[in-house]
């Protein structure tokens, strides 16, 4: 089990950027996926990007506009989001797995951190 930390989070404008960071308690190539989920008030938890043993995997919602990226040496996990828009308004979080096929499947990951807040106003 690893403990995740989420960073990053806040409030922007409409087509504004932000990077969230996730720090990993332990080495993070010792775990086989990472990624990033959300989760909006009233709506159920979606995938937006993943990575599993290198090879990145991005949802409808992420493509052309956010880009998950790891840095082994930092153990933290990022995801780059360009062209906000207040869909994206959500709790953002990082999972963990062991799976190697668990990509955006949420009933895989077995740790996750407390979540960081992404609000995009118009």
């Known amino acids: 089990q690893v403990r995740l930390v989420e960073s990053g989070g806040g409030s922007v404008q409409v087509g504004g950027s932000l990077t969230l960071s996730c720090a990993v308690s332990?080495?993070?190539?010792?775990?086989?996926?990472m990624a990033w989920f959300r989760q909006a008030p009233g709506k159920g938890r979606e995938g937006v990007a993943a990575?599993?043993?290198?090879?990145?995997n991005e949802s409808n919602i992420a493509r052309g506009r956010f880009t998950i990226s790891q840095d082994n040496a930092k153990n933290t996990l990022y995801l780059r989001m360009n062209s906000l828009k207040p869909g994206d308004t959500a709790m953002y979080y990082c999972?963990?797995?062991?799976?190697?096929?668990?990509?955006?499947?949420?009933?895989?990951?077995?740790?996750w951190g407390q979540g960081t807040q992404v609000t995009v106003s118009s």
């Open positions: 999972a963990a797995s062991q799976v190697p096929w668990a990509y955006l499947r949420d009933d895989l990951y077995n740790d």
């Open positions: 332990d080495s993070i190539t010792a775990t086989v996926c």
């Open positions: 990575i599993c043993s290198g090879t990145p």
